[in-house]
Protein backbone atom coordinates (compact mmCIF):
# COMPACT_ATOMS: atom_id res chain seq x y z
CA UNK A 1 0.00 0.00 0.00
CA UNK A 2 1.06 3.42 -0.95
CA UNK A 3 0.21 7.16 0.10
CA UNK A 4 -0.25 8.14 -3.75
CA UNK A 5 -2.87 5.49 -4.22
CA UNK A 6 -4.70 7.23 -1.34
CA UNK A 7 -7.38 9.50 -1.50
CA UNK A 8 -6.26 13.36 -1.36
CA UNK A 9 -6.34 15.25 1.35
CA UNK A 10 -9.03 17.99 1.77
CA UNK A 11 -9.73 21.22 3.39
CA UNK A 12 -13.26 19.12 4.11
CA UNK A 13 -11.79 16.54 6.21
CA UNK A 14 -9.38 19.51 7.45
CA UNK A 15 -12.90 20.82 8.57
CA UNK A 16 -14.41 17.75 10.27
CA UNK A 17 -12.02 16.83 12.73
CA UNK A 18 -12.08 20.47 14.06
CA UNK A 19 -15.60 19.87 14.62
CA UNK A 20 -15.37 16.60 16.38
CA UNK A 21 -12.23 16.58 18.45
CA UNK A 22 -11.78 17.87 22.33
CA UNK A 23 -15.31 16.97 23.90
CA UNK A 24 -13.34 14.64 26.63
CA UNK A 25 -9.85 14.93 26.02
CA UNK A 26 -6.62 16.54 27.41
CA UNK A 27 -5.47 19.98 26.23
CA UNK A 28 -2.29 22.17 26.54
CA UNK A 29 0.80 23.57 24.36
CA UNK A 30 2.94 21.03 22.33
CA UNK A 31 6.36 21.64 20.21
CA UNK A 32 6.77 21.29 16.63
CA UNK A 33 9.78 19.03 15.92
CA UNK A 34 9.99 17.55 12.81
CA UNK A 35 10.49 14.12 11.90
CA UNK A 36 14.37 12.86 12.06
CA UNK A 37 15.48 11.65 9.06
CA UNK A 38 17.51 8.76 10.77
CA UNK A 39 15.84 4.87 10.67
CA UNK A 40 16.82 4.56 13.91
CA UNK A 41 14.47 7.06 15.10
CA UNK A 42 10.48 6.75 15.31
CA UNK A 43 8.17 9.66 15.85
CA UNK A 44 5.18 9.56 18.28
CA UNK A 45 2.57 12.11 18.59
CA UNK A 46 0.24 12.01 20.84
CA UNK A 47 -2.56 14.19 22.64
CA UNK A 48 -1.02 14.56 25.75
CA UNK A 49 0.89 17.79 26.59
CA UNK A 50 0.87 18.04 29.94
CA UNK A 51 3.57 15.03 30.57
CA UNK A 52 6.82 16.64 30.42
CA UNK A 53 9.75 14.59 29.52
CA UNK A 54 10.43 12.50 32.96
CA UNK A 55 7.06 12.05 33.33
CA UNK A 56 5.75 8.39 33.93
CA UNK A 57 4.36 8.26 29.92
CA UNK A 58 7.29 9.46 28.09
CA UNK A 59 9.13 7.11 30.15
CA UNK A 60 6.91 4.81 28.71
CA UNK A 61 7.10 5.71 25.52
CA UNK A 62 10.81 5.77 25.99
CA UNK A 63 10.99 2.42 27.27
CA UNK A 64 8.99 1.09 24.47
CA UNK A 65 11.35 2.30 22.16
CA UNK A 66 14.06 0.68 23.96
CA UNK A 67 12.33 -2.46 23.46
CA UNK A 68 12.22 -2.32 19.94
CA UNK A 69 15.90 -1.39 19.29
CA UNK A 70 15.03 2.09 18.51
CA UNK A 71 15.05 5.82 20.11
CA UNK A 72 11.47 7.69 20.60
CA UNK A 73 11.64 11.25 19.35
CA UNK A 74 7.55 12.51 20.96
CA UNK A 75 5.90 15.75 20.59
CA UNK A 76 2.75 16.24 22.45
CA UNK A 77 -0.14 18.76 21.02
CA UNK A 78 -3.55 19.93 22.32
CA UNK A 79 -6.26 17.68 21.06
CA UNK A 80 -7.35 20.05 18.04
CA UNK A 81 -4.06 20.69 16.75
CA UNK A 82 -2.95 17.43 16.79
CA UNK A 83 -5.55 16.57 14.21
CA UNK A 84 -4.75 19.51 11.82
CA UNK A 85 -1.26 18.79 12.13
CA UNK A 86 -1.82 14.91 11.38
CA UNK A 87 -3.39 16.24 8.09
CA UNK A 88 -0.63 18.21 7.10
CA UNK A 89 1.87 16.12 7.54
CA UNK A 90 0.40 13.66 5.42
CA UNK A 91 -0.02 15.66 2.67
CA UNK A 92 3.73 16.41 3.16
CA UNK A 93 4.57 12.81 2.94
CA UNK A 94 5.86 12.99 6.74
CA UNK A 95 3.27 11.81 9.24
CA UNK A 96 4.13 10.26 12.52
CA UNK A 97 5.12 7.03 13.11
CA UNK A 98 2.71 6.01 15.76
CA UNK A 99 -0.22 8.52 16.19
CA UNK A 100 -2.10 8.59 19.57
CA UNK A 101 -5.64 10.37 19.11
CA UNK A 102 -9.31 11.05 19.67
CA UNK A 103 -11.00 8.69 19.28
CA UNK A 104 -14.07 10.54 16.90
CA UNK A 105 -11.03 11.28 14.71
CA UNK A 106 -10.02 8.20 13.78
CA UNK A 107 -12.88 7.64 10.91
CA UNK A 108 -12.11 10.58 9.43
CA UNK A 109 -8.21 10.35 9.24
CA UNK A 110 -8.80 6.63 7.77
CA UNK A 111 -11.71 7.89 5.14
CA UNK A 112 -9.13 10.74 4.38
CA UNK A 113 -6.16 8.24 3.90
CA UNK A 114 -4.07 9.22 6.74
CA UNK A 115 -4.25 5.48 8.40
CA UNK A 116 -3.03 1.68 8.09
CA UNK A 117 -5.78 -0.70 8.63
CA UNK A 118 -5.38 -3.49 11.55
CA UNK A 119 -4.73 -5.74 8.64
CA UNK A 120 -1.99 -4.49 7.07
CA UNK A 121 -0.50 -2.80 10.22
CA UNK A 122 -1.03 -6.60 12.09
CA UNK A 123 -2.15 -4.53 15.42
CA UNK A 124 -3.58 -7.20 17.51
CA UNK A 125 -7.48 -6.05 18.87
CA UNK A 126 -8.54 -9.15 19.64
CA UNK A 127 -9.07 -8.33 23.33
CA UNK A 128 -10.16 -4.75 23.02
CA UNK A 129 -13.91 -5.03 23.70
CA UNK A 130 -16.22 -4.44 20.56
CA UNK A 131 -18.10 -1.11 21.56
CA UNK A 132 -14.95 0.30 22.48
CA UNK A 133 -13.47 -1.10 18.76
CA UNK A 134 -16.02 0.21 17.11
CA UNK A 135 -15.14 4.17 17.24
CA UNK A 136 -11.74 3.19 15.31
CA UNK A 137 -13.51 1.34 12.20
CA UNK A 138 -14.93 2.63 8.94
CA UNK A 139 -15.98 0.75 5.94
CA UNK A 140 -15.44 -2.66 7.50
CA UNK A 141 -12.27 -1.88 8.27
CA UNK A 142 -10.33 -1.11 11.55
CA UNK A 143 -7.80 1.75 12.18
CA UNK A 144 -5.95 0.98 15.49
CA UNK A 145 -6.73 0.12 18.87
CA UNK A 146 -7.71 2.05 22.28
CA UNK A 147 -5.49 3.29 24.77
CA UNK A 148 -8.53 3.92 27.25
CA UNK A 149 -11.57 5.00 27.38
CA UNK A 150 -13.76 7.47 29.41
CA UNK A 151 -17.49 8.07 29.39
CA UNK A 152 -20.29 9.74 31.21
CA UNK A 153 -22.08 8.87 34.37
CA UNK A 154 -24.19 10.68 37.36
CA UNK A 155 -22.12 11.86 40.04
CA UNK A 156 -24.50 12.25 43.09
CA UNK A 157 -24.52 14.10 46.59
CA UNK A 158 -24.85 11.13 49.00
CA UNK A 159 -25.95 13.93 51.88
CA UNK A 160 -28.28 15.64 49.68
CA UNK A 161 -30.01 12.52 48.72
CA UNK A 162 -30.25 11.70 52.33
CA UNK A 163 -31.90 14.66 53.36
CA UNK A 164 -34.36 14.56 50.87
CA UNK A 165 -35.49 10.91 51.63
CA UNK A 166 -33.91 9.44 48.16
CA UNK A 167 -32.37 6.27 48.25
CA UNK A 168 -30.20 5.77 45.41
CA UNK A 169 -30.63 1.84 44.80
CA UNK A 170 -34.66 3.48 43.96
CA UNK A 171 -33.41 4.66 40.65
CA UNK A 172 -33.38 2.77 38.24
CA UNK A 173 -34.80 4.74 34.85
CA UNK A 174 -35.89 8.04 34.24
CA UNK A 175 -39.33 7.75 36.04
CA UNK A 176 -37.34 6.93 39.32
CA UNK A 177 -34.60 9.63 38.70
CA UNK A 178 -37.37 12.36 38.17
CA UNK A 179 -39.44 11.41 41.32
CA UNK A 180 -35.67 11.08 43.08
CA UNK A 181 -35.47 14.86 41.57
CA UNK A 182 -39.11 16.15 43.10
CA UNK A 183 -37.85 14.90 45.82
CA UNK A 184 -34.35 17.04 46.43
CA UNK A 185 -36.97 20.19 44.84
CA UNK A 186 -39.05 20.09 47.70
CA UNK A 187 -36.38 19.53 50.08
CA UNK A 188 -34.87 22.52 49.15
CA UNK A 189 -32.33 21.44 47.46
CA UNK A 190 -31.13 21.59 43.77
CA UNK A 191 -31.91 18.72 41.06
CA UNK A 192 -29.07 17.80 38.55
CA UNK A 193 -26.86 19.52 36.34
CA UNK A 194 -25.23 19.35 33.13
CA UNK A 195 -23.90 20.67 29.86
CA UNK A 196 -26.34 21.62 26.82
CA UNK A 197 -23.75 24.16 25.62
CA UNK A 198 -24.38 24.49 21.75
CA UNK A 199 -21.29 23.00 20.86
CA UNK A 200 -20.05 19.17 20.62
CA UNK A 201 -19.69 19.18 24.52
CA UNK A 202 -24.09 19.52 24.57
CA UNK A 203 -24.52 16.60 22.15
CA UNK A 204 -21.94 14.79 23.96
CA UNK A 205 -23.72 15.42 27.49
CA UNK A 206 -27.33 14.92 25.51
CA UNK A 207 -26.30 11.50 23.70
CA UNK A 208 -26.71 8.96 26.48
CA UNK A 209 -30.37 10.29 27.04
CA UNK A 210 -31.18 10.05 23.39
CA UNK A 211 -29.55 6.79 23.16
CA UNK A 212 -30.97 5.57 26.25
CA UNK A 213 -34.49 6.09 24.79
CA UNK A 214 -33.74 4.29 22.34
CA UNK A 215 -33.34 6.84 19.69
CA UNK A 216 -30.42 6.35 16.62
CA UNK A 217 -28.58 9.55 15.09
CA UNK A 218 -29.48 8.45 11.65
CA UNK A 219 -33.36 10.03 12.98
CA UNK A 220 -33.34 12.93 15.02
CA UNK A 221 -36.56 13.28 14.83
CA UNK A 222 -37.91 9.90 16.05
CA UNK A 223 -40.47 9.66 19.02
CA UNK A 224 -37.71 8.12 21.37
CA UNK A 225 -35.54 10.82 20.27
CA UNK A 226 -38.50 13.79 20.99
CA UNK A 227 -38.62 11.61 24.20
CA UNK A 228 -35.22 12.30 25.43
CA UNK A 229 -35.19 16.23 24.62
CA UNK A 230 -38.41 16.52 26.45
CA UNK A 231 -37.08 14.77 29.64
CA UNK A 232 -34.23 17.57 29.34
CA UNK A 233 -36.91 20.69 28.66
CA UNK A 234 -38.84 19.23 31.31
CA UNK A 235 -36.33 19.49 34.06
CA UNK A 236 -35.91 22.73 33.22
CA UNK A 237 -39.68 23.52 33.43
CA UNK A 238 -40.13 21.96 36.49
CA UNK A 239 -36.90 23.68 38.30
CA UNK A 240 -35.36 20.45 38.74
CA UNK A 241 -32.48 21.46 36.09
CA UNK A 242 -31.19 25.02 36.50
CA UNK A 243 -31.48 27.42 33.43
CA UNK A 244 -27.75 27.68 33.21
CA UNK A 245 -26.79 24.06 31.56
CA UNK A 246 -28.05 26.08 28.18
CA UNK A 247 -24.27 27.55 28.77
CA UNK A 248 -22.91 25.41 30.74
CA UNK A 249 -19.52 23.87 29.49
CA UNK A 250 -18.78 20.06 31.37
CA UNK A 251 -15.91 22.28 33.60
CA UNK A 252 -18.66 25.07 34.78
CA UNK A 253 -21.34 22.19 35.28
CA UNK A 254 -18.94 20.45 37.52
CA UNK A 255 -18.14 23.18 39.22
CA UNK A 256 -22.07 23.67 40.51
CA UNK A 257 -22.28 20.97 41.36
CA UNK A 258 -19.13 21.15 43.51
CA UNK A 259 -20.74 23.66 45.24
CA UNK A 260 -22.29 21.21 47.35
CA UNK A 261 -26.60 21.86 46.63
CA UNK A 262 -27.12 19.53 43.76
CA UNK A 263 -28.36 16.14 44.00
CA UNK A 264 -26.73 14.68 40.84
CA UNK A 265 -24.14 16.11 38.04
CA UNK A 266 -23.85 14.21 34.36
CA UNK A 267 -20.24 14.47 33.87
CA UNK A 268 -16.94 12.00 33.61
CA UNK A 269 -14.15 10.15 34.84
CA UNK A 270 -11.60 13.10 34.19
CA UNK A 271 -13.67 14.66 37.11
CA UNK A 272 -12.59 11.67 39.73
CA UNK A 273 -9.64 13.81 41.19
CA UNK A 274 -11.93 17.16 41.83
CA UNK A 275 -14.44 14.84 43.65
CA UNK A 276 -12.17 13.48 46.26
CA UNK A 277 -11.57 17.68 46.57
CA UNK A 278 -15.18 18.31 46.82
CA UNK A 279 -15.34 18.46 50.52
CA UNK A 280 -18.55 15.56 50.49
CA UNK A 281 -19.46 12.44 49.89
CA UNK A 282 -20.19 11.21 46.43
CA UNK A 283 -21.18 8.65 44.76
CA UNK A 284 -21.23 7.49 40.80
CA UNK A 285 -24.38 5.97 39.21
CA UNK A 286 -24.41 5.03 35.26
CA UNK A 287 -27.03 6.63 33.57
CA UNK A 288 -30.10 4.71 33.26
CA UNK A 289 -32.12 3.80 30.22
CA UNK A 290 -34.98 5.45 29.60
CA UNK A 291 -36.95 1.83 30.90
CA UNK A 292 -34.25 0.85 33.13
CA UNK A 293 -30.85 -0.78 32.09
CA UNK A 294 -27.47 1.02 31.73
CA UNK A 295 -28.18 4.09 28.76
CA UNK A 296 -25.05 4.01 26.25
CA UNK A 297 -22.90 6.93 26.71
CA UNK A 298 -20.76 8.26 24.30
CA UNK A 299 -17.05 6.94 24.69
CA UNK A 300 -13.85 9.44 25.22
CA UNK A 301 -10.01 7.89 24.99
CA UNK A 302 -7.72 7.79 22.00
CA UNK A 303 -6.71 5.10 19.82
CA UNK A 304 -2.89 3.93 18.90
CA UNK A 305 -3.06 4.60 14.97
CA UNK A 306 0.18 3.65 12.48
CA UNK A 307 -0.15 6.49 9.81
CA UNK A 308 0.60 5.62 5.94
CA UNK A 309 4.72 6.08 5.77
CA UNK A 310 6.26 6.14 2.04
CA UNK A 311 8.69 3.42 3.24
CA UNK A 312 6.40 0.89 4.43
CA UNK A 313 9.69 -1.29 5.85
CA UNK A 314 8.86 1.30 9.25
CA UNK A 315 5.69 -0.47 9.73
CA UNK A 316 7.49 -3.36 11.66
CA UNK A 317 8.78 -1.47 14.20
CA UNK A 318 5.55 0.83 14.43
CA UNK A 319 4.11 -2.11 15.33
CA UNK A 320 6.15 -2.98 17.63
CA UNK A 321 5.81 0.42 19.56
CA UNK A 322 2.00 0.19 19.40
CA UNK A 323 2.09 -3.18 21.03
CA UNK A 324 4.07 -2.17 23.83
CA UNK A 325 1.97 0.46 24.82
CA UNK A 326 -1.11 -1.38 24.48
CA UNK A 327 0.09 -4.38 26.63
CA UNK A 328 -1.69 -5.74 30.01
CA UNK A 329 0.59 -4.03 32.13
CA UNK A 330 1.17 -0.98 30.53
CA UNK A 331 -2.35 -0.52 29.64
CA UNK A 332 -3.24 -0.34 33.36
CA UNK A 333 -0.05 1.77 34.46
CA UNK A 334 -1.28 4.54 31.60
CA UNK A 335 -5.02 4.49 32.67
CA UNK A 336 -4.30 4.77 35.81
CA UNK A 337 -2.17 7.60 35.04
CA UNK A 338 -5.18 9.23 32.95
CA UNK A 339 -7.97 8.13 34.77
CA UNK A 340 -9.38 6.21 32.45
CA UNK A 341 -11.04 2.71 31.78
CA UNK A 342 -8.97 -0.11 30.15
CA UNK A 343 -10.34 -1.34 26.99
CA UNK A 344 -9.70 -4.67 27.60
CA UNK A 345 -11.71 -6.62 30.66
CA UNK A 346 -8.60 -8.30 31.99
CA UNK A 347 -7.55 -4.73 32.71
CA UNK A 348 -10.92 -3.59 34.05
CA UNK A 349 -10.66 -6.43 36.57
CA UNK A 350 -7.40 -5.33 37.55
CA UNK A 351 -8.93 -1.61 37.87
CA UNK A 352 -11.12 -2.61 40.10
CA UNK A 353 -9.52 -4.87 42.59
CA UNK A 354 -7.13 -2.02 43.45
CA UNK A 355 -9.96 0.42 42.86
CA UNK A 356 -13.47 -0.48 44.01
CA UNK A 357 -15.43 2.56 43.32
CA UNK A 358 -14.01 2.38 39.71
CA UNK A 359 -16.83 -0.43 38.96
CA UNK A 360 -20.02 1.98 37.90
CA UNK A 361 -17.11 3.64 35.65
CA UNK A 362 -16.46 -0.05 33.75
CA UNK A 363 -20.21 -0.55 33.79
CA UNK A 364 -20.73 2.46 31.73
CA UNK A 365 -17.77 2.10 29.84
CA UNK A 366 -18.87 -1.15 28.89
CA UNK A 367 -22.48 0.12 27.63
CA UNK A 368 -20.74 2.77 26.23
CA UNK A 369 -20.76 3.59 22.39
CA UNK A 370 -18.25 6.07 20.09
CA UNK A 371 -20.18 8.67 18.27
CA UNK A 372 -19.07 7.74 14.63
CA UNK A 373 -19.97 3.98 15.30
CA UNK A 374 -22.39 2.44 12.85
CA UNK A 375 -20.19 3.93 10.11
CA UNK A 376 -21.41 7.37 10.20
CA UNK A 377 -17.64 8.49 10.08
CA UNK A 378 -17.28 11.59 8.33
CA UNK A 379 -21.48 12.58 8.92
CA UNK A 380 -21.41 12.56 12.32
CA UNK A 381 -20.12 16.33 12.59
CA UNK A 382 -23.17 17.73 10.28
CA UNK A 383 -25.68 15.36 12.34
CA UNK A 384 -24.00 16.65 16.45
CA UNK A 385 -24.02 20.25 15.41
CA UNK A 386 -27.89 19.83 14.11
CA UNK A 387 -28.54 17.92 17.74
CA UNK A 388 -27.08 20.37 19.93
CA UNK A 389 -28.80 23.11 17.76
CA UNK A 390 -32.18 21.08 18.59
CA UNK A 391 -31.25 20.98 22.02
CA UNK A 392 -30.48 24.48 22.56
CA UNK A 393 -33.51 25.56 20.71
CA UNK A 394 -36.12 23.38 22.58
CA UNK A 395 -34.34 24.32 26.29
CA UNK A 396 -34.73 28.14 25.61
CA UNK A 397 -38.34 27.75 24.52
CA UNK A 398 -37.76 28.86 20.83
CA UNK A 399 -39.19 25.25 19.66
CA UNK A 400 -40.85 22.24 21.04
CA UNK A 401 -38.82 19.36 21.30
CA UNK A 402 -40.33 17.70 17.84
CA UNK A 403 -40.17 20.54 16.00
CA UNK A 404 -36.70 20.77 16.87
CA UNK A 405 -35.76 17.78 16.29
CA UNK A 406 -38.12 18.11 13.01
CA UNK A 407 -35.73 20.35 11.80
CA UNK A 408 -32.99 19.03 12.68
CA UNK A 409 -33.36 15.61 10.65
CA UNK A 410 -34.35 18.12 7.74
CA UNK A 411 -31.49 20.15 8.15
CA UNK A 412 -29.09 16.99 8.55
CA UNK A 413 -30.97 15.65 5.09
Not at 108 to 129: P, R
Not at 300 to 308: A, M
Request: charged share 20%.
Amino acid sequence: MHSSSRRLLTAVALSTVVAVVGTACSSGAGSTDAKDADSGTYTIWDPYPQFAKGSAWTKLLDKCGTQAGVKIQRTGYDTSDLANKTLLAAQQGNSPDVLIVDNPVVSTLAEAGVLTTTDENKLDTSKVDPNLLAAGQSGGKTYGTPIGANTLALYYNKKVLKEAGVDIASVKDWTSLTAALAKVEKAGKKGITFSAIGTEEGSFQFLPWFWGAGAELTGLDSAPAVSALSLWKDWLKQGYAPNSVINNTQTTSWQEFAGGDYAFAENGTWQLANAEKAGFEYGVLPIPGSDGGHAAAPTGGEFVTLPVQEDTGRYTTSQKLATCLTSTQNLYDTDTTLSYVAPTGEVQDKQVAANPALKPWVDAVKSAKGRTSGDLGTKYPKISEQLWKAVQSALSGAKSPKDALTSAQAAVK
